[in-house]
């Protein structure tokens, strides 16, 4: 199984500035992978596909990087609607599928 | 519009069983890979189950193998999840989502709102 290990567990950003993430596979995902936000109460919303393809609607603040085991994404200048959980998700190994455990990103 | 819709939760004894339903609208849903994949109270997200789009090719977690059963029904566009000997660490929001159709992505790009499946005594 992949093991996705994301970081910080909790990060608190101030609106307005930058956020960064980060996700990393126990094994090389290639560019096989996607982030999700969801907010409390909601359904996960998918971002990011092929570690760096802004999904449909989703705002160009939002970024993706990284290839291999290591990847970020990026949220360029926080709204307060981008306060939620983010996930990362390896589909490399599809269709055994690995998230990882979560990053919440709170306001400062 | 594209939606999923869950239904057929609940609260469940140990070892029962209950079977849930994904109702699709808005896309042509036997064109699709389908999933169930599930959250704990409080926690992330755990990939439980996929089938393809002709029912062909089916997968499961290790954690349900067994137990859990999906299928679907194209001509009702609809998605299924049967669920037996329940134990207290399937408690969770269970939500289906469709894979991607372009050819080597494989996220998930619709997610219906989830229906929460409770097992207690």
């Known amino acids: 199984e992949i093991v996705m290990t994301q970081s910080p567990a909790t990060l608190s950003v101030s609106p307005g500035e930058r956020a960064t993430l980060s996700c990393r596979a126990s094994?090389?995902?290639?560019?096989?992978l996607a982030w999700y936000q969801q907010k409390p109460g909601q359904a996960p919303r998918l971002l990011i596909y092929g570690a760096s393809t802004r999904a449909t609607g989703i705002p160009a603040r939002f970024s993706g990087s990284g290839s291999g085991t290591e990847f970020t994404l990026t949220i360029s200048s926080l709204q307060s609607e981008d306060f939620a959980v983010y996930y990362c998700?390896?589909?490399?190994?599809?269709?055994?599928?690995?998230f990882g455990q979560g990053t919440k990103l709170e306001i400062k | 519009e594209v939606q999923l819709v869950e239904s057929g939760g609940g609260l469940v004894k140990p070892g029962g069983s209950l079977r849930l339903s994904c109702a699709a609208s808005?896309?042509?849903?036997?064109?699709?890979?389908m999933n169930w994949v599930r959250q704990a109270p409080g926690k992330g997200l755990e990939w439980v189950s996929s089938i393809s789009s002709s029912s062909s090719y089916i997968y499961y977690a290790d954690s349900v193998k067994g137990r859990f059963t999906i299928s679907r029904d194209n001509a009702k566009n609809s998605l299924y999840l049967q669920m037996h000997s329940l134990r207290a660490e399937d408690t969770a929001v269970y939500y289906c989502?469709?894979?991607?159709?372009?050819?080597?992505?494989?996220?998930?790009?619709?997610w219906g709102q989830g229906t929460m499946v409770t097992v207690s005594s």
């Open positions: 998700q390896q589909y490399n190994n599809w269709p055994l599928y690995t």
């Open positions: 808005g896309f042509t849903f036997s064109s699709y890979s």
């Open positions: 094994q090389s995902v290639s560019s096989n």
């Open positions: 989502a469709r894979e991607m159709a372009t050819i080597g992505f494989h996220a998930f790009d619709i």
